[in-house]
């Protein structure tokens, strides 16, 4: 099913991709930069580094051992609605077939829009920070930037879909820290 305007064919998300990505095309090229970027992007693929902060704050503290399992179920399911389900609505190409040749990434089989990663991020972010307390917030919020940031980086994403992601990500970590107070 295709949506009789995407969003992305908007003249304002057209230019806000272009704008952004001259931006982040200032920054590309810094070795370091280039790096972490890359590092975070493959960091990202499965939400791996979400299921490793998990794991580790479980294995760190024993009050923390079934907020690991849980975390990493919640984590399965926002991929599952984020890429089974609203990736289907919108079928959005991405920027490029794999990405930047300059940064080898994994090549993804699901449409662009919303970045998988950008949502997997502030979900985890967000789940994480109300399990945490404000004080981890900068932490867990600075590390879903730069995952999310880093799938535009890498030309995988345009940059709406990591906002998009974000956005996704924000609601669903709130639907899912509610459905987890309603049933706790």
Request: net charge positive; charged share 15%.
């Amino acid at each position: 099913m295709k949506l009789p305007l995407q969003v992305h064919e908007l003249a304002a998300v057209q230019s806000f991709d272009a704008w952004a990505d001259a931006q982040l095309e200032r920054l590309r090229g810094h070795p370091v930069l280039d790096k972490v970027m890359v590092a975070a992007s493959e960091l990202g693929d499965f939400s791996l580094i979400w299921h490793l902060v998990g794991a580790t704050r479980g294995l760190t503290s024993e009050s923390h051992a079934n907020q690991a399992f849980v975390f990493s179920a919640l984590m399965g399911v926002e991929s599952l609605v984020v890429n089974q389900g609203i990736k289907r609505l919108f079928r959005r190409t991405r920027p490029t077939e794999a990405g930047d040749p300059r940064y080898p990434v994994r090549k993804p089989s699901t449409s662009a829009f919303p970045s998988g990663h950008a949502s997997a991020a502030f979900f985890g972010a967000t789940v994480l920070t109300a399990w945490s307390g404000l004080a981890a917030a900068p932490v867990w919020f600075t590390l879903a930037g730069v995952v999310g940031t880093s799938r535009a980086f890498v030309r995988i994403h345009h940059p709406s879909d990591v906002v998009g992601g974000a956005v996704v990500g924000l609601a669903l970590g709130q639907g899912a820290l509610a459905v987890l107070r309603a049933v706790g």
